[in-house]
Each structure stands twice: as structure tokens, then as C-alpha cells.
């Protein structure tokens, strides 16, 4: 019988438990043992490990977070950090190791790999930042808990007419912004991808009240500059008066989509049928259709694409 494990690793995704569960009931369908490594890479240096029953995942397809935590380990960067947690694998004698994570998280997976132990990745973050899949687990839900956000500013911003401007995660990838700037009807979508004329959006706002707009929103990615700044510099600019909402954490939580859940389940079941068959190093992708498995090395290659077609369509449609 063989023995495997399942972590999660990096920012939390919705979704994340609906793989846990799939993967803990799949592997005791095909007659495996399943270990949960509570606090990621952290927790497998430290020997968090403990045996995974049908019940364990038991009402969690519908929770957001992470049931096994998750956790950011530097030590886990190390020879040393990964020789301790080589070694708490081999005390319960765990072959294979499913990590759900982002890239940062991959990393860590393909070092397991070169150690000895099967290692599998399913892209878990809501930034959708992975260049090798079209959809990671979480960022549906995400979208969608920004869609009620902005659809609750947008009551309040055309009784008051104002612009506001809200502040959505992403880190270094504009698809939260970009997919709910389209979904919302924004005026303007800000994304580090793609360079920003701070007149131009301003001529925009401008034209749009000229033409009877009531209330204008400006989804802006993270880490593009200060949200409250970039509203002051709004409103000094064209005299329309200004808010800024920073969403922050909220998108992180929160029951996961049909969507999420879904995928999550296959990529879990996938994950499992590429250990039982031996394979190592590789990880999960989803097209919009068809899940899809490949080589670490190749898939951390991927550059992620942003869809400037659909920025573009974004910009003739709020004209
Ligand atoms: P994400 O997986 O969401 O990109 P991080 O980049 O924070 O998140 O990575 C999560 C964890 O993965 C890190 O805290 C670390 O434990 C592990 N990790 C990241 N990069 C490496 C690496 N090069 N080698 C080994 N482990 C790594
Ligand atoms: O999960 C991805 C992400 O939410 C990024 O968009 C964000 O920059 C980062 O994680 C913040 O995470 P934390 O607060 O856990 O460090």
C-alpha cells in the first residue's frame, strides 16, 4: 500500500478544501494511506503530519481557507530545512506528496522532487498568476466576491455621483482587476501589466459625465501606487468628487464557487492518479475544460499572459 501526503502552502485560495477532500477520499478509495501536513512547508519540518479518515474532510467542500493551514516557511529555502522534513516523511513512510500552492510553492515541490519524493502541484492561489493554466483554484471566487463589492459601491456611488476608485489583489498579475473591471462595467482598469496615462483616465471620467454618467469605477491592481493617492490625484485633476474602497483579505475568503469546487475536485483526483502511476515533478492545469498535467520545470517557464484583448474591449465598451 502506498502512503502519501497533502499540503497547502502560500496565501490561502477558496477551493483549497475541495481538492483536500478529494484527494484524502480518492487515495482511500484506491487503498492508500493519506497524511494532511498541517502549516505547509513549515509544518512538515516540524512533523505536523497526521492520518487522513473519510470524516477528516468531511464538510469542508463548501469552506473557504484551508483546513491543514497554510503557512510561509523561509527554512523550507534550505538543504537543511527540507532534510527534516525528508526525514518526517520517511518516518511514516510517505512517498508522494501533493503541495497546493502557488509558484513560490512549486518551487519547494520540484526541490522535493530532486530529493527522492514524488512530488505533484495543483495551482492554488486567487491571483491566477501561473502562466501554464488558464484558471488556479480560488480566483473565481474572488472575482465574484469583488463583483458583489463593486456592484454595493456602485449603489452608492450614483446616488452621491462620484468616482470610486477600488483596490483589488494580484500582486504582480492585473487578471482580478482586469476580469472584474469587464464583469463591474468599469470606466478604467489599472493593472501592472499594462502602462497607465493617469490624463487619459481623467479625460475619460470627464467625457463620461459630460454624457450624463452618474458614477464611475476604477479598478485598480495592487502595488501600482498608494489607493488613496491615486484617488486624490483623481479628484484634484477633474473636481469630481472621490472614494476609494481597499478590499484587501475579503477576496481571500469566503464559500468557493460551483467553479472552484469543480475544478478543485478534478485537480485533486488528478494529482492522485499521477502517484499511483509513479509520476513525479509534474503539475495540474485546467484549459476551461480539460485538466491537464505537466513538467514543473516547464510550466514555471510559462510566462503568464495578460489578456490585453480583453483590456482593450474593456476600454471601447466604457467609452
Ligand atoms: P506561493 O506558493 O503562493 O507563490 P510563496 O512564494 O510565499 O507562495 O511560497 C510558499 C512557500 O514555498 C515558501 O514560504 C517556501 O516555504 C516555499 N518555497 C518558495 N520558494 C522556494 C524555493 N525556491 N525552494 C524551496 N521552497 C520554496
Ligand atoms: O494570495 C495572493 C495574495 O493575496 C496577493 O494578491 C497579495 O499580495 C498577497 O497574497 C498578500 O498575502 P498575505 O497577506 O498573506 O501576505
Redesign the pocket.
Known amino acids: 500500500m502506498k502512503a502519501i501526503a497533502v499540503l497547502t ?3 490561502d485560495a477558496p477551493g483549497m478544501n475541495a481538492a483536500v477532500r478529494a484527494i484524502v477520499r480518492k487515495a482511500i478509495y484506491h487503498g492508500m494511506k493519506i497524511y494532511g501536513i498541517e502549516d ?3 509544518g512538515l519540518i516540524e512533523d505536523h503530519i497526521k492520518e487522513m479518515d473519510l470524516a477528516s474532510v468531511g464538510d469542508i467542500i463548501h469552506r473557504g481557507g484551508t483546513v491543514l493551514r497554510s ?7 534550505t538543504v537543511e530545512g ?1 532534510e527534516k522534513g525528508i526525514k518526517n516523511l520517511e518516518k511514516y513512510g510517505i512517498n508522494g506528496v501533493i503541495v497546493i ?8 515541490a ?2 522535493l522532487a530532486e530529493m527522492g519524493i514524488n512530488a505533484i502541484g495543483i495551482p492554488g ?1 486567487i491571483d491566477n498568476d501561473l502562466g501554464y493554466t488558464k484558471y488556479t483554484i480560488g480566483f473565481d471566487t474572488a472575482l465574484n466576491t469583488v463583483l458583489d463589492a463593486v456592484s454595493r459601491v456602485r449603489d452608492t456611488s450614483s446616488s452621491h455621483n462620484r468616482v470610486n476608485v477600488i483596490e483589488v489583489m494580484g500582486r504582480n498579475c492585473g487578471d482580478i482587476a482586469l476580469f472584474t473591471g469587464i464583469a463591474g462595467g468599469a470606466e478604467s482598469i489599472v493593472i501592472p501589466e499594462i502602462k497607465f496615462d493617469i490624463d487619459h483616465i481623467c479625460e475619460r471620467l470627464l467625457h463620461g459625465v459630460k454624457r450624463g454618467k452618474r458614477h464611475s469605477i476604477i479598478m485598480l491592481a495592487e502595488g501600482i501606487m498608494e489607493a488613496k493617492k491615486f484617488g486624490e490625484a483623481l479628484e484634484a485633476r477633474t473636481g469630481l468628487e472621490t472614494r476609494v474602497t481597499i478590499l484587501g483579505h475579503t477576496q481571500r475568503g469566503g464559500s468557493p464557487t460551483a467553479f472552484d469546487r469543480v475544478m478543485a475536485t478534478r485537480m485533486g483526483a488528478a494529482a492522485v492518479d499521477l502517484l499511483m502511476a509513479d509520476e513525479s515533478n509534474r503539475v495540474i492545469g485546467y484549459d476551461g475544460a480539460e485538466i491537464y498535467d505537466m513538467d514543473i520545470h516547464e510550466a514555471l517557464a510559462i510566462k503568464h499572459q495578460t489578456r490585453e484583448d480583453l483590456y482593450e474591449l474593456a476600454k471601447i465598451l466604457a467609452i
Open positions: 502552502s502560500g496565501g505547509g512547508y513549515q503557512a510561509r516557511c523561509l527554512e523550507f529555502k527540507r500552492g502557488g509558484d513560490g510553492s512549486f518551487a519547494g520540484q526541490k492561489t
